[in-house]
């Protein structure tokens, strides 16, 4: 990304002229990049171009501004807080695809200053993890779990392809989930869920408050979804964001689901040019083995 390509986005979003830019490491879906400007402030630009896309086949999530202003909408509807919208681009006339600025927030992710955060900051993420499991809404078109079980069948698939452990094991594998959903039983309420919330998708600002991002993905879904990707990725610290009334049959299938989609989600991206290969292959073999530890 050079300079002059975000020039006019970044003055219609700060009204300030623009010094330098940088690229912001993670995203797999949309750039992310640092704007600095001629005052020395800083702002952030979102651009959902292709070219930024690393999914081989572009992915399946929801992307864009409109999915993004909708949960940005949403999660302030509820009082969580994520990053300040400076500037919402459709028009394609400052760039060529969907465009956003939003303030820097210069804290860090909280997966680098879990250490150095004060326990307010863990309270109130905690805070906004409960008011987003109290927040119910429709339901999806279908039943959450025929939804992840679809997903896990496709990612085994996938996983079993591409590495031998996991295909030398498919059937086994496939007898647990099958195991696992079948306790499921029926429901009707769903809360509001992030879907990948995790300390990495968490910023925190000078003050100590939390404010998450990468939120495109927010919808309506079993709240025991994001409670299984929480407990995975918060280890000791997911202490602060428990809730209770969890359906404990719905984490037992959502973990091994979730432990699937880690293993064949990086596996995909590495069939691109994503950059941090050793970063998705330690993802990959870490997950590998609660898979294969699903068995014993």
Same mark, same amino acid.
């Given at each position: 990304?050079?300079?002059?390509?975000?020039?006019?986005?970044?003055?219609?979003?700060?009204?300030?002229?623009?010094?330098?830019?940088?690229?912001l490491p993670?995203?797999?879906?949309?750039?992310?990049?640092?704007?600095?400007?001629?005052?020395?402030?800083?702002?952030?630009?979102?651009?959902?171009?292709?070219?930024?896309n690393?999914?081989?086949?572009?992915?399946?999530?929801?992307?864009?501004?409109?999915?993004?202003?909708?949960?940005?909408?949403?999660?302030a509807?509820?009082?969580?807080?994520?990053?300040?919208?400076?500037?919402l681009?459709?028009?394609?006339?400052?760039?060529?695809?969907?465009?956003?600025v939003v303030?820097?927030?210069?804290?860090?992710?909280?997966?680098?200053?879990?250490?150095?955060?004060?326990?307010?900051?863990?309270? *109130? &993420?905690?805070?906004?993890? $409960? !008011?987003?499991?109290?927040?119910?809404?429709?339901? /999806?078109? +279908?039943?959450? %779990?025929?939804?992840v079980?679809e997903r896990?069948?496709?990612?085994?698939?996938?996983?079993?392809?591409?590495?031998?452990?996991?295909?030398?094991?498919?059937?086994?594998v496939?007898?647990?989930?099958?195991e696992?959903?079948?306790?499921?039983?029926?429901?009707?309420?769903?809360?509001?869920?992030?879907?990948?919330l995790?300390?990495?998708?968490?910023?925190?600002t000078?003050?100590?408050?939390?404010?998450?991002?990468?939120?495109e993905?927010?919808?309506?879904?079993?709240?025991?979804?994001?409670?299984?990707?929480?407990?995975?990725?918060?280890?000791?610290?997911?202490?602060?964001?428990e809730?209770?009334?969890?359906?404990?049959? *719905? &984490?037992?299938?959502?973990? $091994? !689901?979730?432990?699937?989609?880690?293993?064949?989600? /990086?596996? +995909?991206?590495? %069939?691109?040019?994503?950059?941090?290969r050793?970063?998705?292959?330690?993802?990959?073999?870490?997950?590998?083995?609660?898979?294969?530890?699903?068995?014993?």
């Amino acid at each position: 990304m050079e300079r002059g390509d975000l020039v006019e986005l970044a003055r219609a979003g700060t009204g300030r002229g623009l010094a330098a830019v940088t690229r912001l490491p993670g995203g797999t879906s949309k750039g992310v990049y640092r704007l600095h400007l001629d005052d020395g402030t800083t702002a952030v630009a979102y651009l959902w171009h292709p070219a930024e896309n690393y999914w081989p086949d572009g992915g399946d999530g929801p992307e864009g501004v409109d999915a993004f202003e909708a949960a940005v909408e949403r999660f302030a509807a509820i009082g969580v807080r994520t990053p300040r919208v400076l500037l919402l681009d459709r028009g394609r006339s400052r760039y060529p695809a969907d465009a956003a600025v939003v303030e820097d927030v210069t804290g860090g992710p909280l997966s680098e200053v879990f250490d150095r955060v004060p326990r307010r900051t863990l309270e *109130r &993420l905690g805070e906004a993890v $409960l !008011a987003m499991a109290g927040t119910t809404g429709p339901a /999806p078109e +279908r039943p959450c %779990e025929v939804t992840v079980l679809e997903r896990a069948y496709d990612d085994l698939g996938e996983a079993a392809k591409r590495v031998e452990r996991i295909g030398a094991v498919r059937d086994e594998v496939d007898d647990v989930l099958r195991e696992l959903v079948a306790a499921v039983r029926p429901r009707r309420r769903h809360g509001f869920v992030h879907g990948e919330l995790g300390p990495e998708h968490v910023l925190v600002t000078a003050e100590g408050e939390p404010v998450v991002i990468d939120v495109e993905g927010a919808s309506f879904f079993d709240v025991e979804w994001e409670h299984a990707y929480l407990s995975f990725r918060f280890g000791r610290h997911y202490r602060w964001l428990e809730v209770d009334g969890l359906d404990e049959a *719905r &984490l037992r299938f959502y973990r $091994l !689901a979730l432990h699937l989609s880690l293993v064949a989600g /990086p596996l +995909r991206l590495l %069939e691109g040019d994503f950059p941090d290969r050793d970063g998705m292959l330690g993802i990959v073999e870490s997950n590998m083995g609660h898979v294969l530890g699903a068995l014993r």
